[in-house]
């Protein structure tokens, strides 16, 4: 995967807000709103969490895709963009985790 990969299916999504919820999965979750959105993310990172715990590669590999596809829904619902993130990511690249956490209390 590049970085290629996450922006194209960022646009993807962004392409599929305004489709019909019948055609389209991402649409049908799009329709439902910003909350079911992130109830699906958090149902995806669970799975995640257990695919991580019990070790199998395979499984989590597939588990962390699903992560990353509905973060991306989830910020679609609320028109954040995958840029967005990129530049915040931009921002704290080259400081310390610990003082950027101190810094946002």
């Known amino acids: 995967m590049s ?3 996450l922006h ?12 019909d919820p019948d055609r389209s999965w991402t649409a049908r ?3 439902k ?12 990172a669970v799975e995640a969490i257990v695919e991580a715990v019990r070790g199998d590669r395979a499984r989590l590999t597939a588990e ?5 596809y509905h ?3 989830m910020l679609a ?3 954040i963009t995958l840029s ?5 990511l931009d921002r704290r690249e080259g400081q310390s985790g610990l003082v950027e956490k101190a810094g946002r209390t």
């Open 3 to 5: 970085d290629d990969t």
């Open 8 to 19: 194209r299916l960022a646009a993807t999504i962004a392409a599929r807000k305004g489709a």
């Open 29 to 31: 979750l799009l329709a």
């Open 33 to 44: 709103g910003p909350e079911k959105c992130a109830e699906k993310f958090g149902e995806e």
């Open 64 to 68: 962390a895709a699903d992560v990353l």
């Open 71 to 73: 973060l991306l829904v």
């Open 77 to 79: 619902a609320r028109d």
């Open 84 to 88: 967005d993130v990129c530049a915040e």
